[in-house]
């Protein structure tokens, strides 16, 4: 009965799907146009992590909300409900052109100096850049080579955020 059941629930399916496209209004192009920006691109921001540090002038190590140069606040270095580490700058390893953000087993404790958080406290550290320019940017190309990780509770991420709630571009994300 529940094959059969399946069977009859799947013809309505497809057949469903037939009938309503049947009811799709026709799509008519005009002549073909580029209605895409022409203007050549101006490159506002690089880095092709040479050397072996990170350029403390474009990137911080934490968090960083626009205002907030520093990583004492609530998510300086817990940035999200769920997340399993806490970001430590050592777990920030450039290299051959690369950045690296590096998870490691340690058990660690970290608190908001002016907060009223209670203390959070993980077994494992990770690493986490952000740039210093996270409000300055609202439109244009981005261009990125990523490597991501997928493991048990690892969370990689690469997005654009503007500095409020809704204006966050995730392109690139991974669960484990």
């Known amino acids: 009965m529940k094959q059969y059941l399946k069977l009859i629930l799947s013809f309505i399916s497809i057949f469903s799907f037939k009938v309503n496209a049947q009811w799709l209004p026709p799509v008519n192009f005009t002549t073909p146009q580029n209605v895409c920006d022409t203007a050549s691109w101006k490159l506002v921001f690089y880095d092709g992590f ?37 970001i ?9 052109g690369t950045v690296k953000l590096k998870v490691k087993q340690k058990t660690t404790t970290w608190q ?10 993980k077994n494992y550290t990770s690493g986490y850049i952000s740039t210093r320019y996270s409000n300055a940017f609202n439109n244009g190309r981005i261009e990125v080579r990523l490597k991501m990780p997928l493991f048990k509770y690892s969370w990689a991420t690469c997005w654009t955020w503007y500095g409020s709630d809704v204006n966050e571009i995730d392109f690139a994300e991974s669960y484990g």
């Open 50 to 86: 040479d050397g072996t540090t990170l350029n403390n002038s474009k990137w911080v190590k934490f968090n960083h909300y626009p205002g907030l140069e520093s990583d004492n606040w609530g998510e300086g270095r817990i940035p999200y409900p769920g997340n399993h580490t806490v």
């Open 88 to 96: 430590q700058d050592e777990n920030v390893v450039v290299s051959g």
């Open 112 to 121: 908001c100096d002016t907060c009223t958080m209670t203390p959070y406290t």
